[in-house]
């Protein structure tokens, strides 16, 4: 059970869009900048997103990231088959003092 | 260039103990915070421990809290991960990541990974 709380899977055509959510609590999303990472199929995750809206250098702009309150956004345009992967959220909590994971999403681009 | 090398990974019994290093190069390694994140096979990504610039500010999952040590030699640039009484449930591919300078939740650089299997 992870505390942060992602959907199993989403889904879209090449070209469309698409968003995952992750919703957190106060000790967490609530209270620190949520990141972004993406996961191809046997490599090591990637930064995608950082300070909830931030992209580091490389990441096009078809990637973006919000945050309200306790839940945190992300958002990918014109989706390209090279975007299946697994995504994951993660932020700062304060209650645990440790760093926090979402479970997962799997981005499929039919 | 930023590389994260990790190595150390490999078969131990339940109960035994392994010792994981990351040799990072590219970068001021003395200067940022590291993480060691792990993922079990078919699983989602599971935060391990972190550390600042130095040991003396470090930080645990509850999952490994007693069991495993996370230290750093600044001089050689290596990440260390100490894993005592391992489990069954410790198998996983276990990563190093660099922390981005004033974002302790972000990870921007990762290492390939090594593996760590515990069974008998």
């Known amino acids: 059970q992870s505390v942060l709380t992602q959907p199993p899977s989403v889904s879209a055509a090449p070209g469309q869009k698409v968003t995952i959510s992750c919703s957190g609590s106060?000790?967490?999303?609530?209270?620190?900048?949520v990141s972004w990472y993406q996961q191809l199929t046997g490599t090591a995750p990637k930064l995608l997103i950082y300070?909830?809206?931030k992209r580091p250098s490389g990441i096009p702009d078809r990637f973006s990231g919000s945050k309200s309150g306790t839940s945190a956004t992300l958002g990918i345009t014109g989706l390209q088959t090279g975007d299946e992967a697994d995504y994951y959220c993660?932020?700062?909590?304060?209650?645990?003092?440790?760093?926090?994971f979402g479970g997962g999403t799997k981005l499929t681009v039919l | 260039e930023v590389q994260l090398l990790e190595s150390g990974g490999g078969l131990v019994q339940p109960g035994g103990s392994l010792r994981l290093s990351c040799a990072a190069s590219?970068?001021?390694?003395?200067?940022?915070?590291m993480n060691w994140v792990r993922q079990a096979p078919g699983k989602g990504l599971e935060w391990v421990s972190g550390?600042?610039?130095?040991?003396?500010?470090?930080h645990y999952a509850d999952s490994v809290k007693g069991r495993f040590t996370i230290s750093r030699d600044n001089s050689k640039n290596t990440l260390y991960l100490q894993m005592n009484s391992l489990r069954a449930e410790d198998t996983a591919v276990y990563y190093c990541?660099?922390?981005?300078?004033?974002?302790?939740?972000?990870?921007?650089?990762w290492g390939q990974g090594t593996l760590v299997t515990v069974s008998s």
């Open positions: 550390t600042r610039d130095s040991t003396s500010n470090t």
């Open positions: 106060s000790s967490n999303i609530g209270h620190s900048h």
């Open positions: 300070d909830n809206n």
């Open positions: 993660g932020t700062w909590d304060s209650s645990l003092s440790a760093v926090v």
């Open positions: 990541a660099k922390v981005m300078a004033n974002y302790y939740e972000a990870l921007d650089y």
């Open positions: 590219g970068f001021t390694f003395s200067s940022y915070a």
